[in-house]
């Protein structure tokens, strides 16, 4: 990255009112890039400037055409694109590839989970990932870690944190498979019907849960259950949301099996997490109600191609193997329906840092636009998180969470698997 100062735009600045950044002693920056790629569905800006002071965009537009601030610095990304920061919006910082946890969490403690979750916050973020939503820690680690990157104190990306996360007996998010007289700790907070899992929406928003996470179905890296069961009664699923909404708390439901699905739906959850065997009803309701899906798509890949050697047991292989073409045929046909989509990948059954490789599936596999892809990891993003105010586009005004790769990414996807440039609030995190 080349910084470089703008002394024949001096003498027009001067002309300017200094805005108050400038007036309080920040240096104002300028981005200069081959391409704008701005986040929603407006089209690609060429030549772009960027004007950032303090945290926040100034300025957009192409160069020329918008006035740059006295003494303004410039970082000069020419041959570069520059997109807003990426949403994940379905992370699990504190894991690591291997059975889901179901041994991980009978071995080891909060303590070696807090530990992973602050080394995977930093990768996530130094890969372009900005804003992240934690959907699912089995304890508060999301939620402390939230706390310590906003504090500056831990390097990482935005966080929405949904603490435990609630699971039914015998469910995905259940420990399985132990001699009943075994204790096992679960992976989210065990509670069945509606009084107990009241009482578990409320304790996990207490204690700091953005966002609620259901595991409405059975997954695919869990002994003892299956991705076509449904795990709670729409009763159970709606007293969840009910109590949620009630403490402003949206709540995310992992779905694989059509029945789990369209229940959560109708129950009224924000997002539906995987979505894998969506059904033609549930294409409907997810419109009529407006719900997410987070389709987490390379997990699968991951799991077949690349779990044996990784600790992921034969069952949960074969479990992926049984989904994987119908995952790729039911999510296209419900994104080409018109069902929204906010960009999420299960980073932690994968090594975290591979968190753009659901880009090239999209395009290559589900005949999705390179930036209709974008933009699920942009304005989509931000909208289901509930930040589209501030994040999400590179507009005037909102918070400068910026990233480039280097060349066209509406020409190649995968360039966004190589993000070279990285800035956080106005603040920059790695440059070329
Ligand atoms: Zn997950």
């Keep these: 990255m080349r910084f470089t100062s703008r002394p024949a735009l001096l003498a027009f600045t001067l002309l300017l009112a200094l805005p108050a950044a400038a007036q309080e002693g920040e240096t104002p920056l300028v981005i200069r890039a081959a391409r704008l790629i701005i986040g929603t569905d407006a089209p690609p800006v060429l030549n772009p400037e960027v004007v950032i002071e303090g945290e926040r965009i100034t300025a957009v537009g192409p160069t020329g055409a918008i ?19 990426l949403f994940d919006c379905h992370v699990h910082l504190g894991g690591i590839p291997g059975d889901g946890g179901d041994t991980q969490k009978m071995r080891e403690t909060v303590a070696h ?13 130094e890969k372009g990932f900005t804003s992240v939503r934690n959907i699912g820690a089995g304890n508060y680690h999301d939620a402390a870690l939230r706390d310590m ?45 509606v009084d107990e899992l009241r009482r578990a929406v409320r304790f996990q928003v207490k204690y700091g849960a953005d966002v609620i996470k259901v595991t409405a179905s059975g997954g695919v890296l869990s002994h003892g259950d299956s991705v076509h069961d449904q795990a709670y009664s729409f009763e159970e699923l709606k007293a969840i949301v009910d109590t949620a909404t009630m403490l402003d708390t949206p709540v995310g439901a992992h779905a694989h099996s059509p029945a789990a699905m369209n229940d ?52 949960s292989i074969v479990k992926a193997q049984e989904i994987a073409t119908m995952q790729r045929e039911r999510l296209a046909a419900a994104f080409h329906a018109g069902v ?20 090239g599936i999209m395009v290559d596999e589900m005949d999705i636009s390179p930036m209709a892809a974008i933009q699920t990891a942009t304005i989509n993003g931000a909208e ?5 105010a501030d994040l999400g586009s590179i507009e005037d005004g909102k918070l400068a969470d910026i990233i480039a790769v280097a060349g066209n990414p509406l020409d190649d996807i995968r360039l966004l698997e190589d993000v070279r440039f990285v800035m956080k609030g106005g603040e920059v995190v790695k440059s070329p």
Aim: charged share 20%.
């Design 340 to 359: 929204k989509f906010a960009y999420g990948t299960d980073a932690a059954v994968f090594p975290h840092g591979r968190n753009a490789k659901d880009f």
């Design 149 to 193: 990157v906003d504090r500056g104190i831990v390097p990482g990306p935005r966080i929405q944190a949904a603490t435990w996360g609630v699971g039914s007996t015998g469910g995905h998010a259940d420990i399985n498979g132990w001699n009943p007289d075994v204790p096992t700790p679960g992976y989210a907070m065990i509670a069945d019907g």
């Design 264 to 315: 959560a739906i109708r129950a009224g959850v924000a997002s539906i997490e995987h979505g894998t065997l969506i059904d033609d009803e549930g294409i409907r309701l997810a419109k009529e109600h407006g719900t997410f899906i987070v389709p987490t798509i390379y997990t699968l890949d991951f799991i077949i191609e690349e779990g044996a050697e990784n600790g992921v047991p034969e069952h």
């Design 384 to 388: 289901l998180l509930g930040w589209e």
């Design 67 to 85: 006035p740059i601030p006295r003494g303004a610095t410039v970082i000069d990304l020419s041959g570069h694109t520059i997109l807003p920061g």
């Design 113 to 125: 989970e807090a530990n992973y979750a602050v080394a995977h916050a930093k990768i996530t973020l």
